[in-house]
């Protein structure tokens, strides 16, 4: 009893004192924002077709769906072709800042109401990956998804380093002063109470959208008033609580995904037989390779294989969490199964939106590799770009003028 009592309590120390997880949120807020920036770069062309006023689903008739389900859907506060381009561009520009990491915390709000106020509006568009975006957009709202890989961290780091003036060291306000943070609260919020005051919210949309602007606003208000006193420790807690329990969520929702696809397939016959992978390679839809379909089909052994394996993989591996080296074989081999279906089949965005899902259980050991690697490699580009360039008046050790890298590697940019 001693025993799970202190477990317990080292537990419960744990999701209270740290925001867990930071590399794999980081990775989640990319993956998806990544994913959902491609998918409407990539269909800007047929927008209206899709989502806007020329759509089969019309107007009126997502307004009476929307009126039994009571989804979320900016589009349905006007039928204008101006408001479908604004909400069309907001979800392009949330998805951008979300993926480089610049405000995060308000760009996650406006990443989910550009993914919900699209999808809800033409429920019968995309495939399976718009549901999980649908889902993890929601999710990402509780996370502290900058905490690395973000132009917030970035700014953070940034901050700490900034030597402050002595005769302002005994003010704890003396730090680096954000006034974007503040105007962009006070822009959302009049946004948020013009749209109240139309009647276009209402019942727990409300209180969501209320709730999460005040509480933006107590966040930075304590931080900024009182930031060692008790209430902005409490709020520490509570932010990180949230956090982990998003984080939990999110992990489960992605073993429910696997765990529920694979059982399903096995009551299939098809699946039985081992013969399903062989039909969605004979569709044309589904062969954008028509070649490679082909010769794949073509092998029967091949197939069966592929198709006990989607069907072991998918039901193991929930399994497999509390092994990490069998957790890790069988999460490289979805990864891999996914960039398949992405080429063979013609399914890029749903393939990225599972990778995007599985990343949440990459070890962090190697997401931190991998970071170094991307840093290391961005920093030998900028290096070879900037090679040769002059900075006006700056000069080396030795007399010769400094190139441009030479300067940055002076004034501490970061590479």
């Known amino acids: 009893m001693n025993r799970f009592g202190s477990l317990l309590g080292r537990g419960m120390e744990r999701v209270t004192a740290s925001a867990l997880g930071p590399y794999q949120t980081a990775v989640i807020r990319i993956g998806f924002a990544a994913t959902w920036l491609l998918f409407l770069l990539r269909e800007l062309p047929h927008r209206h077709e899709l989502y806007g006023p020329d759509?089969?689903?019309?107007?009126?008739?997502?307004?009476?769906?929307?009126?039994?389900?009571?989804?979320?859907?900016?589009?349905?506060?006007?039928d204008g072709r101006i408001w479908f381009e604004v909400v069309y561009a907001l979800a392009v520009l949330s998805s951008a800042l979300l993926m480089l990491g610049w405000r995060t915390r308000t760009m996650s709000v406006l990443f989910m109401i550009g993914v919900l106020s699209?999808?809800?509006?033409?429920?019968?568009?995309?495939?399976?990956?718009?549901?999980?975006?649908?889902?993890?957009?929601?999710?990402?709202?509780?996370?502290?998804?900058?905490?690395?890989?973000?132009?917030?961290?970035r700014r953070a780091a940034r901050a700490r380093k900034t030597p402050v003036p002595q005769e302002e060291a005994a003010d704890p306000r003396a730090a680096a002063v954000d006034r974007v943070g503040p105007v962009l609260w006070w822009v959302l919020g009049l946004g948020l109470s013009v749209v109240t005051f139309m009647g276009e919210l209402s019942g727990?949309?409300?209180?969501?959208?209320?709730?999460?602007?005040?509480?933006?606003?107590?966040?930075?208000?304590?931080?900024?008033?009182?930031?060692?006193?008790?209430a902005r420790k409490l709020l520490d807690v509570?932010?990180?609580?949230?956090?982990?329990?998003?984080?939990l969520v999110i992990m489960v929702e992605a073993c429910l995904i696997y765990a529920t696809a694979g059982w399903y397939k096995i009551q299939g016959s098809r699946w039985q037989d081992g013969t399903a992978i062989y039909y969605p390679l004979r569709l044309e839809y589904f062969s954008p390779w028509p070649a490679l379909s082909?010769?794949?089909?073509?092998?029967?052994?091949?197939?069966?294989?592929?198709?006990?394996?989607?069907?072991?993989?998918?039901?193991?591996?929930?399994?497999?969490l509390f092994n990490r080296r069998v957790k890790n074989v069988l999460l490289a081999a979805m990864i891999f199964e996914h960039a398949v279906i992405a080429v063979v089949l013609g399914l890029p965005f749903f393939s990225l939106a599972m990778i995007a899902a599985d990343a949440v259980f990459l070890p962090t050991s190697f997401l931190r590799r991998v970071g170094g690697w991307a840093a290391r490699a961005r920093g030998g580009l900028v290096a070879r770009f900037s090679r040769g360039r002059k900075v006006p008046g700056q000069r080396t050790q030795d007399g010769e003028p400094a190139t441009e890298s030479a300067e940055h590697a002076r004034v501490g940019f970061p590479s």
Not at 211 to 222: C, Q
Not at 238 to 247: D, G, Q, S
Not at 298 to 314: F, P
């Open 294 to 320: 082909d010769l794949l089909a073509s092998h029967g052994l091949m197939v069966m294989l592929v198709t006990y394996g989607t069907v072991a993989v998918q039901v193991a591996f929930p399994f497999t």
């Open 55 to 78: 759509s089969p689903w019309n107007w009126d008739m997502a307004q009476q769906l929307i009126a039994e389900n009571h989804a979320f859907t900016a589009l349905m506060w006007s």
């Open 238 to 247: 509570i932010v990180k609580l949230a956090h982990n329990a998003a984080l």
């Open 204 to 230: 727990g949309w409300l209180l969501v959208f209320w709730g999460l602007w005040l509480t933006h606003g107590l966040w930075w208000a304590v931080g900024r008033r009182a930031p060692d006193s008790e």
């Open 118 to 153: 699209l999808q809800n509006r033409s429920i019968f568009m995309g495939d399976g990956g718009d549901n999980v975006i649908h889902l993890m957009a929601t999710y990402l709202v509780f996370t502290r998804c900058g905490q690395v890989w973000s132009l917030d961290a």
